[in-house]
């Protein structure tokens, strides 16, 4: 299932200044699914392109 990609302004231990990332569910039906697995998403870090490493995106 296609995902939308979150990106915010983060500082990577290694990289410095980067777009972190972050996959989102796109929305579908039915919207509890949806919901569900958002909620999931929202949970994980955003990560460092370069090199994946979880970065303080808040
Ligand atoms: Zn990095």
Redesign the pocket.
């Given at each position: 299932m296609a995902n939308q990609v979150q990106t915010k302004t983060a500082t990577?231990p290694?990289?410095g200044e980067?777009e972190a990332m972050r996959e989102m569910p796109k929305v579908s039906f039915p919207f509890i699914v949806y919901g569900i697995r958002r909620m999931i998403a929202a949970r994980k870090p955003f990560r460092?392109p370069?090199?994946g490493?979880a970065v303080d995106a808040s």
């Open positions: 990577c290694t990289h980067i460092c370069e090199c490493t």
